[in-house]
């Protein structure tokens, strides 16, 4: 049997998956993105595993644990101001 030209011709669609919204990220959270040794990075995995964390939980306790030594604060007023960031003319 053969198509002739006023046949119409089925053609398989793909059919879409659908889209997956953006994670939004909360204010407190960021993605940063760290190059590590081999070995350094397979310690992470295995720490965290035994004390049941994820590795970005373990990096947040060891920065909280160990990193004290500086300080950032804000101690100003308001942002907004006009006198916030004086501009010389």
Known sequence: MTASSSEPISV????RSAVK????????????????S?????????????LGLDRSALVEQLIRENLK???VSDRGGQTDS???FPVAS
């Open 12 to 15: 398989k669609t793909r059919k």
């Open 21 to 36: 919204a953006a994670k939004v990220q909360t204010a407190d959270k960021v993605k940063a993105t760290i190059h590590l």
């Open 38 to 50: 081999l070995e350094a990075s397979q310690r992470l995995t295995v720490h965290a595993a035994m």
């Open 69 to 71: 030594r500086f300080v």
């Open 82 to 84: 006009p006198d916030a």
